[in-house]
């Protein structure tokens, strides 16, 4: 006790006030000395060594307590009580200075030992007592191996004054040794982390009445197991095990200690079921088994009850940030304009924010909130949408929605897959919906001008074009071979030109056009690519189809215009002197068909992966190769977005060229 009320001072550094250490070792040292008597006290009649030696507990903790540089002072310490116990019960000197030679060595190496391969435990580096099944079990090895050395050099100061030596008493050596190391000193260090520690209570453990009552239970057990004769003494184990499991490890290993030492008084004492072989000395180390059995499963259990504790420790750190961030982000998703909706796998509204509420209302109002959300989820779908009448203004994205009363609301909708809250597997979607009703109006003008301009322009093309072919056939343009090549000029810029209006009247109609939903089947000779590759293919370039592929819900004319677009590029930007191959393959994952357009040919360069989908943009590589007008890909886009889908460029892993991985709606089926 004395060394566990000054353990507060155990873990300081060497330039700690004199007035404490003087305490501590005043304190280890009078600890010391009477564990030292109380070993001697149980020496056999006719014997020279002691049937338990609780002191070596008390050594190897006074050395982990101290620094290096007072170890010398130490073991002068712990030698001089020694002599003076085995001296005063009449111990051969010779017996007396191995013995002293054991202790030393023995706790040295210990101590030695603990630094070098448990730098977490207190006194070796750390702050902490035995708190994992690896740390007690490298403890235990140090320990005995220790023990093994000094029963080496201990038991052969029998041999010197010419007592019986034999292999049980080296065995009887090391096991009084081992014991007396293991118990007290455990006792002793998981006391050292209790009162300067002070380890957090068990999750699950009980309270003060439980611990009174487990201690009578304790006392009562022990005292009738250990005075009568019949060998009961497995029916205390449980005890340790209870008290291990509801209660600090330090109280477990102190409840097991104090089994140990009443029944290793009742068995000297010749009581209990351990006394019938007629020798003390075997009787008193039968008991030491029990007293490591009980001690060790205390500690197993403890352990074990630790790593428990800190595991629950952990799930509740992270389950209170989990809730610090559930609510910042509730708070956020609460205080945003556009509405948040998730859905599951299977399409149902799992959550929705108070702006997505608000707008469900008054799309259905007078309903309670879960089913006007669903009402409202409905009307976004993309493909119902994209059956509708469109205006010009509105984007691929864009949702016209009428309202009760009337009025017409323009919903700018995005989707992007989430963890579904309800499956493990399948993900659900989350929408994002922006109220853009005044913005797209004040666009509307502009649209209209673009395409009165668009449409418009191709009556004064025509016309150029007429006169340019009569100019084309006059003799006077056939002989001067610089007007010839003006000519040329002039018509491969009017052929620009009309590429650039069918372009943009292409783009009006992806982004505005009235989208008819059908069943679209994409491989196979009456399939969407088998038309396309009848369309585009060349002999220089091959477009095939990778496995089967999946039929979709789509538009078939806009699945065609995508298809068409990504083949013709693929085909178009070749690498000089290669071949193009363009290989098609997709794959339905949950409520929608990924289509992946993989080609071998230039590539599209990081920076451009994504500007590639915008009007008149094209990759740095291909600017040169081509004279396209850079609206294709921003058609698509626009097509797969009305399908509620996304498009991007993905380079290829294991060769040159461009991946184009865009998604459709699958099929019911």
Same mark, same amino acid.
């Given at each position: ?6 353990a ?7 330039g700690r006030?004199? %007035? ?34 609780p002191?070596a +507990?008390v050594?190897?903790l006074?050395?982990?307590?101290e ?7 130490v ?15 009449g ?13 030393w060595? @023995? ?12 730098p977490?435990?207190l006194?070796? =580096?750390?702050?902490?007592?035995v708190?994992s099944?690896r ?22 100061g ?7 030596a034999?292999?049980?008493? #080296?065995a &009887? ?24 520690q002070?380890?957090r209570?068990?999750? #699950?453990?009980?309270?003060p ?14 005292? !009738? ?12 184990v449980?005890?340790?095990v209870?008290?291990?499991a509801?209660f ?20 000297? *004492? =010749?009581?209990g ?13 039968i ?8 001690? *060790?499963?205390?500690?197993g ?6 790593r ?28 945003? %304009? ?19 509420l608000?707008?469900?209302?008054r ?7 879960h ?7 409905a ?6 949408a &994209? +059956?509708?009448?469109?205006r010009?203004e ?25 963890a579904d ?6 993900? =659900? ?5 922006r109220?853009?009703t ?15 301009v668009?449409?418009?322009?191709? +009556? ?13 056939e ?37 982004? +505005? ?26 002999p220089? =370039?091959?477009v095939?189809?990778?496995g089967?592929l999946?039929? !979709?819900?789509?538009?078939r ?6 298809l ?8 178009? #930007? ?7 191959s ?21 590539g ?9 989908f915008?009007?008149? @943009?094209?990759?740095?590589?291909t600017?040169?190769?081509s004279?396209?007008? %850079?609206?294709g ?5 626009a ?12 380079p ?18």
């Open positions: 006790m004395a060394a566990s009320m000054t507060g001072d155990l873990a300081g550094e060497a006030p004199a %007035g404490l250490s003087a305490t501590r070792t005043v304190s280890f040292a009078a600890l010391h000395l009477f564990l030292v008597v109380v070993g001697r006290a149980t020496v056999a009649e006719g014997a020279s060594v002691s049937l338990f030696w002191a +507990g050594a190897v006074w050395l982990m307590a620094t290096p540089r007072r170890w010398p002072l073991l002068a310490l712990v030698g001089a009580e020694l002599v003076l116990g085995l001296g005063v019960t111990a051969e000197p010779a017996f007396v200075a191995l013995a002293v030679l054991s202790v060595v @023995q706790s040295v190496a210990i101590v030695v030992g603990l630094r070098r391969w448990t977490r435990l006194g070796a =580096g750390g702050h902490e007592s708190r099944p740390t007690v079990g490298v403890v235990l090895l140090v320990v005995a191996l220790a023990c093994l050395v000094g029963a080496v050099i201990g038991a052969s029998l041999w010197v004054t010419g007592a019986e034999s292999p049980g008493q #080296y &009887a050596w090391w096991g009084r040794q081992f014991a007396g190391a293991v118990v007290v000193g455990g006792v002793g260090h998981l006391g050292w982390e209790w009162f300067t002070r380890p209570p068990r999750a #699950y453990g009980g309270g009445r439980e611990l009174v009552v487990l201690a009578v239970a304790t006392a009562v057990a022990t005292s !009738v197991v250990f005075t009568q004769p019949l060998p009961l003494v497995f029916l205390l449980p005890l340790s209870w008290c291990a509801r600090a490890t330090f109280l477990a290993a102190v409840q097991a200690a104090a089994m140990g030492v009443v029944a290793l008084a009742l068995t000297v *004492l =010749g009581h079921p351990y006394t019938g072989s007629g020798a003390s000395a075997s009787d008193a180390m008991v030491q088994v029990f007293i490591l059995v009980s001690f *060790l499963t205390a500690l259990v403890g352990t074990l009850s630790d428990i504790d800190h595991l629950v420790g952990e799930l509740e750190s992270s389950l209170r940030e989990s809730a610090g961030r559930a609510d910042l982000l509730r708070g956020v998703t609460e205080s945003m %304009g556009e509405g948040l909706v998730v859905l599951d796998h299977s399409g149902r509204v799992a959550l929705s924010n108070a702006a997505s608000r707008l469900a209302r799309f259905t109002p007078g309903a309670a909130d089913a006007a959300l669903t009402s409202l989820v009307a976004l779908d993309p493909m119902e &994209a +059956g509708r009448a469109r010009a509105l984007g691929p994205g864009d949702v016209l929605i009428d309202l009760p009363g009337g009025e017409e609301v323009v919903l700018a909708v995005t989707s992007a897959p989430v809250p309800g499956a493990a597997r399948e993900p =659900g979607r989350l929408l994002v919906l109220e853009v005044e913005h797209r109006a004040g666009l509307r003008p502009l649209v209209d001008f673009a395409s009165t668009a449409h418009d322009l191709r +009556g004064p093309l025509t016309v150029m074009h007429t006169w340019l072919s009569l100019l084309d006059s003799p006077a343009v056939a002989a001067d071979d610089h007007l010839r090549m003006s000519v040329e000029r002039i018509n491969r810029g009017t052929d620009q030109m009309g590429r650039l209006i069918d372009d943009l009247l292409a783009h009006a109609v992806a982004e +505005g056009g009235v989208l008819s939903p059908e069943v679209v089947v994409l491989g196979g000779r009456d399939g969407v690519l088998a038309e396309v590759v009848e369309l585009l293919a060349t220089q =370039g091959t095939r189809a990778v089967g999946p039929s !979709v819900r789509a538009d004319g806009a699945v065609r215009q995508v068409a677009n990504l083949v013709d590029n693929a085909l178009k #930007y070749a690498r000089p002197d290669v071949p193009p363009v290989e098609v393959s997709a794959v339905r994952e949950g409520d929608r068909v990924v289509v992946s357009v993989r080609d071998n040919g230039i599209v360069p990081e920076e451009d992966r994504q500007r590639v915008d009007r008149f @943009q094209r990759a740095g590589a600017r040169s190769a004279r396209g007008s %850079g609206i890909l921003s058609i698509c886009r097509i797969v977005e009305r399908h509620g889908g996304t498009i991007a460029c993905l290829v892993e294991d060769g040159p060229g461009s991946v184009f991985r865009f998604d459709l709606p699958a099929t019911g089926a």
